[in-house]
Protein backbone atom coordinates (compact mmCIF):
# COMPACT_ATOMS: atom_id res chain seq x y z
CA UNK A 1 0.00 0.00 0.00
CA UNK A 2 0.70 3.34 -0.57
CA UNK A 3 0.49 6.40 2.33
CA UNK A 4 -0.01 10.09 0.96
CA UNK A 5 0.46 12.56 3.44
CA UNK A 6 -0.42 16.39 1.61
CA UNK A 7 0.93 19.66 3.36
CA UNK A 8 1.27 23.46 1.97
CA UNK A 9 -2.08 24.50 2.27
CA UNK A 10 -3.16 27.60 3.51
CA UNK A 11 -5.28 31.16 3.66
CA UNK A 12 -3.96 33.19 0.86
CA UNK A 13 -5.13 36.17 -1.49
CA UNK A 14 -6.09 36.35 -4.83
CA UNK A 15 -3.05 36.78 -6.82
CA UNK A 16 -0.91 35.09 -3.90
CA UNK A 17 0.81 31.84 -4.67
CA UNK A 18 1.19 28.64 -2.49
CA UNK A 19 3.28 25.43 -2.54
CA UNK A 20 1.58 21.96 -1.71
CA UNK A 21 3.47 18.77 -1.28
CA UNK A 22 2.58 15.22 -0.83
CA UNK A 23 5.17 12.95 0.65
CA UNK A 24 4.46 9.28 -0.33
CA UNK A 25 5.51 6.31 1.93
CA UNK A 26 5.09 2.37 2.13
CA UNK A 27 5.05 0.61 -0.76
CA UNK A 28 7.18 2.47 -3.52
CA UNK A 29 7.75 -0.04 -6.03
CA UNK A 30 5.68 0.96 -9.71
CA UNK A 31 4.55 3.76 -8.52
CA UNK A 32 2.96 5.27 -11.98
CA UNK A 33 1.05 8.65 -12.24
CA UNK A 34 0.86 10.76 -9.49
CA UNK A 35 -1.33 14.03 -9.46
CA UNK A 36 -3.71 16.54 -7.16
CA UNK A 37 -7.40 16.33 -7.31
CA UNK A 38 -9.47 19.29 -5.74
CA UNK A 39 -13.49 19.53 -4.70
CA UNK A 40 -14.73 22.99 -4.52
CA UNK A 41 -17.90 23.07 -1.65
CA UNK A 42 -20.77 21.75 -3.41
CA UNK A 43 -18.69 20.63 -6.49
CA UNK A 44 -17.80 17.17 -7.04
CA UNK A 45 -13.84 16.41 -7.32
CA UNK A 46 -11.70 17.44 -10.29
CA UNK A 47 -8.74 16.83 -11.57
CA UNK A 48 -6.16 19.41 -11.71
CA UNK A 49 -2.79 18.31 -12.61
CA UNK A 50 -1.18 14.89 -13.26
CA UNK A 51 2.47 13.83 -13.60
CA UNK A 52 3.64 10.39 -15.15
CA UNK A 53 6.65 8.47 -14.04
CA UNK A 54 8.46 9.57 -16.87
CA UNK A 55 7.79 13.31 -16.14
CA UNK A 56 4.96 14.04 -18.47
CA UNK A 57 2.39 16.59 -17.18
CA UNK A 58 -1.29 17.57 -17.89
CA UNK A 59 -3.71 20.05 -16.40
CA UNK A 60 -6.70 21.48 -16.50
CA UNK A 61 -7.98 24.09 -18.83
CA UNK A 62 -8.50 26.41 -15.98
CA UNK A 63 -5.46 26.51 -14.11
CA UNK A 64 -2.78 25.78 -17.36
CA UNK A 65 -0.16 28.70 -16.97
CA UNK A 66 -0.94 29.27 -13.37
CA UNK A 67 0.14 25.94 -12.13
CA UNK A 68 3.23 23.61 -12.28
CA UNK A 69 3.41 19.99 -10.97
CA UNK A 70 6.72 18.29 -10.25
CA UNK A 71 7.94 15.66 -9.07
CA UNK A 72 11.02 14.55 -7.16
CA UNK A 73 11.47 10.35 -7.07
CA UNK A 74 14.03 10.57 -4.66
CA UNK A 75 12.29 11.75 -2.01
CA UNK A 76 8.61 10.02 -3.57
CA UNK A 77 7.18 12.94 -3.45
CA UNK A 78 5.28 15.59 -5.59
CA UNK A 79 4.44 18.75 -5.49
CA UNK A 80 1.72 21.54 -7.09
CA UNK A 81 3.18 25.07 -7.11
CA UNK A 82 -0.05 27.45 -7.44
CA UNK A 83 0.42 31.13 -8.71
CA UNK A 84 -2.00 33.82 -9.16
CA UNK A 85 -4.34 31.93 -7.09
CA UNK A 86 -8.20 33.08 -7.48
CA UNK A 87 -11.04 32.39 -5.56
CA UNK A 88 -12.14 30.00 -7.48
CA UNK A 89 -9.34 27.72 -6.58
CA UNK A 90 -10.61 27.40 -3.38
CA UNK A 91 -11.12 23.87 -2.28
CA UNK A 92 -9.56 20.41 -0.61
CA UNK A 93 -6.52 19.70 -2.53
CA UNK A 94 -5.89 15.68 -2.08
CA UNK A 95 -2.96 14.05 -4.06
CA UNK A 96 -3.67 10.40 -5.66
CA UNK A 97 -1.12 7.86 -6.75
CA UNK A 98 -1.66 5.45 -9.13
CA UNK A 99 -0.37 1.65 -8.54
CA UNK A 100 -0.97 -1.83 -9.49
CA UNK A 101 -4.41 -0.53 -11.26
CA UNK A 102 -5.26 0.96 -7.74
CA UNK A 103 -5.57 4.82 -7.05
CA UNK A 104 -4.97 5.98 -3.26
CA UNK A 105 -5.59 9.18 -1.85
CA UNK A 106 -4.45 11.46 0.47
CA UNK A 107 -6.73 13.45 3.43
CA UNK A 108 -6.61 16.03 1.79
CA UNK A 109 -5.23 19.43 2.67
CA UNK A 110 -7.64 23.37 1.98
CA UNK A 111 -6.58 26.28 -0.01
CA UNK A 112 -8.56 29.42 0.61
CA UNK A 113 -8.35 32.31 -1.50
CA UNK A 114 -9.93 35.54 -0.51
CA UNK A 115 -11.25 38.00 -2.87
Known amino acids: QVQLVESGGGLVQAGESLRLSCAASGSMFSINAMGWYRRAPGNQREPVAS???????NYAESVKGRFTISRDNAKNTVYLQMNSLKSEDTAVYHC?????????WGQGTQVTVSS
Open 51 to 57: VSSGGRS
Open 96 to 104: AADQGGIRY
